[in-house]
């Protein structure tokens, strides 16, 4: 059993920086991809970033490529979330989220990953 939490979340202006992590307990963490997922008011979960297990792969959704990185210590059993470049449309709870990696595409559906942490806020003002 994969336990996840998340932390670093608060407060930014638009155009500032913010960096999550996400804190593994449990059996073989480096056996799992790591996700971000976030969730507006009133809207659907959504995917922001994954990683591999190996740390090799990284995929963004659009909305946050080029802003966003997404990286992992196998060592520390931790993952993180760099946001930059943060936008007040970028507001939302994020979740850190895993599944077991057997290689192949990232898997981008909110159903798709067995583990999730509790979330932390993030709100960007303009």
């Known amino acids: 059993q994969v336990q996840l939490v998340e932390s670093g979340g608060g407060l930014v202006q638009a155009g500032g920086s913010l960096r999550l992590s996400c804190v593994a307990s449990g059996p073989s963490f480096r056996n799992y991809v790591m996700g971000w997922f976030r969730q507006a008011p009133g809207k659907k979960r959504e995917f922001v970033a994954a990683?591999?297990?190996?740390?090799?792969?990284?995929y963004y959704a659009d909305s946050v490529k080029g802003r966003f990185t997404i990286s992992r210590d196998n060592a520390k059993i931790t993952g993180a979330l760099q946001m930059n470049s943060l936008k007040p449309g970028d507001t939302a709870v994020y979740y850190c989220?895993?599944?077991?990696?057997?290689?192949?595409?990232?898997?981008?559906?909110?159903?798709?990953?067995?583990?999730w942490g509790q979330g932390t806020q993030v709100t960007v003002s303009s």
């Open positions: 989220a895993a599944y077991n990696d057997y290689g192949g595409n990232f898997r981008t559906g909110e159903n798709e990953y067995a583990y």
């Open positions: 990683i591999s297990y190996s740390g090799s792969r990284r």
